[in-house]
């Protein structure tokens, strides 16, 4: 049983959502949740109830939310929630402002620094509003955006939902034809574009690419310029015309206007990282999103009005989305655009004092980086408004929760959180009533029917398995765009194990109740045929000073996998056979004989995703001959000349 590195007082218990939420189920259908466990058991044995509960609790805003909450429960994909209901999510995000303070506030790496009331929120995204009206913008129409995380983009892609049109983003780093592959399958009406950002001390203009993307995007009839690097740009150009003068040739009074949509109609495109093909073009429904997001942030994340809400995201992952959301649960949004380590590596904590951000959300990759920098936040800030820190985007070490613990803060809720584009929020994350345990996520989320199995589809309890999901909830896709038959939709998550969700994490559940994740599965290593996730490696790799960031794989050879090692080493440090056999016995003594690498090979780079991921499978390909599709979907797709150069030394 790993260690218990906090618990929750009793007086975090006692103001917990969770908590008031539990009391709710009691009175209401008179069973005994007054414990985690049992409110989770409860939740996936009746999920009618308890997503009708939580519609209530969560006070969503509603013309109609229909009597049937759960048709044809038994079909997954094919189940229907809330079918008869018609709500806008614009209308449930600006509803629950603070509007006694900020709604959003905003830092840039240059030192930008913006608040915007609700009222401010509110008027611009009514004009943005008119203005997409004005352009012929109507429910299903698609509207992109190429943005920084800027407070505009919150706006527009409010401005996009309330007309019920539907809202996909990606970052300005995206290269043209990255760019064309996601917006070129949905085909935006109208384009939202940026004239550059900010990055580790540099400014990268962007005002280069709007020419190609109207050429190669011909279904985008109006461009709008937000200007970032050049705040006062007025004038028309570049073919996109200024946000400023796009807004106001419309009133600031105008009432907003929130047009009644479906449960399942069509809220945001998000894509698959499209290293294997084509990005997967994902469609998520607007009451799903919604319902889901208010689950996680009212009563896993437990975010009470007022509370100011941080993530470290781009427009083009997920966590974007997720955060957007939390005006749903009252939050005050903390957005910030740049690099989370300029000008150095505790930079982002300056945020958390200056804005008493409450629930601060970051990669594991960043918890990893700050502990290798030596930086030792709890002695150089307050962090006295802090009571959250949620990881996401790989497996969070067991030795990172420690650093947490040691040199961040004692007292806070750790929560390491899992699930992905595929549903637009989590499949086990936090919650502020259970203990944090050393290396564990804390809980799967409720109403999520989660389970683990193995090859063959039989549960597993305290081994290594597959993620899956047995029965049917509401932030599942509503479909592919483009997929009319629904051949990609079931070849993604249904073929493993028909009727089940396959979600692809190696993972095992803890006798805690908590959940382990080791990698992907489909990088899983196979050396003499047992099955090892590649963050076990990591785990270990990465606890050594001299090593920067890793990347592993598996080479199949003569009738085995032999696992090779690639190290990015720090400043001054040489891959001598010294360091080998360090790694090599760090591997060894922790981890087993069975995860220690047969090669270890230095790199300068590790190819990533544009979302930010190591591209395990890129590298995979390589060393077995095998083209690298769609370079492109790459963030840094030069990075793989050095692994085909070395594929020579491997075979």
Not at 498 to 520: K, S
């Amino acid at each position: 049983m790993n260690s218990v590195l906090w618990q929750p007082s009793t007086a975090r218990r006692e103001n917990a959502n969770m908590t008031r939420f539990m009391k709710r189920v009691m009175n209401e259908y008179g069973v005994d949740v007054s414990e985690y466990p049992s409110l989770y058991r409860w939740s996936i044995e009746n999920p009618a109830a308890f997503w009708d509960l939580l519609w209530d609790f969560a006070g969503i805003k509603a013309v109609r939310k229909g009597k049937v909450i759960l048709s044809d429960p038994d079909k997954m994909p094919g189940a229907k929630w809330f079918p008869d209901s018609r709500l806008n999510y614009t209308e449930n995000l600006l509803s629950h402002c603070d509007k006694r303070g900020s709604a959003i506030s905003f830092r840039g790496e240059n030192g930008e620094t913006r608040r915007l009331s609700y009222d401010d929120l509110h008027r611009q995204v009514s004009q943005a509003a008119q203005a997409l009206r004005n352009d012929g913008v109507k429910p299903g129409d698609r509207v992109a955006g190429i943005l920084p995380n800027l407070p505009e983009t919150i706006i527009a892609m409010l401005a996009t939902a309330s007309l019920g049109a539907i809202w996909s983003s990606c970052s300005p780093d995206f290269g043209v034809p990255g760019i064309v592959d996601r917006f070129g399958q949905v085909e935006p009406k109208v384009m939202f574009v940026c004239d550059g950002y900010f990055f580790n001390g540099n400014s990268f203009d962007r005002t280069d690419q709007i020419k190609p993307l109207l050429k190669a995007l011909p279904s985008v009839q109006k461009a709008v310029l937000i200007p970032y690097l050049k705040r006062e740009a007025r004038s028309d150009s570049h073919q996109a015309r200024p946000w400023q003068d796009y807004l106001a040739d419309f009133p600031e009074n105008h009432p907003l206007e929130f047009v009644p949509m479906a449960f399942d109609d069509p809220l945001f495109i998000l894509y698959s990282s499209g290293t294997t093909g084509p990005p997967k073009c994902i469609i998520h429904g607007i009451g799903g999103t919604l319902i889901q997001h208010l689950k996680e942030h009212l009563l896993h994340v437990d975010i009470h009005p007022g509370e100011r809400l941080f993530y470290y995201t781009t427009c083009g992952w997920m966590m974007w989305n997720w955060l957007a959301s939390g005006l749903a649960s009252g939050a005050e949004l903390i957005l910030y655009d740049g690099s989370p380590l300029y000008p150095k590596a505790d930079a982002l904590f300056d945020l958390i004092d200056e804005f008493r951000i409450t629930i601060f959300g970051v990669s594991a990759k960043y918890i990893d980086a700050l502990k290798k920098s030596a930086a030792v936040p709890k002695k150089t800030h307050k962090l006295s408004s802090l009571k959250t820190i949620l990881s996401t985007g790989s497996p969070l070490a067991p030795e990172a929760f420690d650093f947490v613990y040691h040199a961040i803060k004692s007292d806070l809720c750790l929560s390491s959180i899992s699930g992905g584009t595929d549903i637009i929020s989590c499949f086990v994350l936090g919650c502020p009533l259970l203990p944090v345990r050393r290396g564990e996520i804390q809980c799967r989320g409720l109403a999520m029917n989660i389970d683990v199995y193995d090859e063959n589809g039989r549960p597993l309890l305290e081994e290594k398995g597959e993620l899956v999901c047995k029965a049917p909830f509401p932030s599942m896709p509503v479909a592919f765009w483009n997929d009319p038959g629904q051949n990609q939709y079931h070849a993604a998550y249904f073929e493993k194990y028909p009727g089940v969700w396959h979600h692809g994490d190696y993972v095992a559940l803890t006798e805690n109740g908590g959940m382990i994740i080791y990698g992907r599965s489909d990088a899983v290593l196979n050396p003499g045929g047992i099955r090892i996730g590649t963050a076990e490696i990591y785990r270990q790799v990465e606890q050594i000073d001299e090593v920067q960031e890793s990347l592993v794989v598996g080479q199949d050879i003569g009738g085995d996998c032999r696992i090779i090692l690639f190290v990015i080493l720090r400043d001054g440090a040489a891959l001598s056979d010294a360091l080998k056999m360090k790694i090599k016995q760090r591997i060894r003594q922790n981890a087993s004989p069975h995860h220690v690498p047969t090669e270890i090979l230095q790199v300068a780079d590790i190819p990533r995703t544009q979302s930010g991921k190591i591209a395990e499978l890129a590298v995979h390909n390589i060393l077995h001959g095998r083209p690298v599709k769609n370079q492109h979907a790459l963030a840094n797709p030069e990075a793989l000349e050095q692994y085909l150069r070395m594929k020579k030394l491997l075979t």
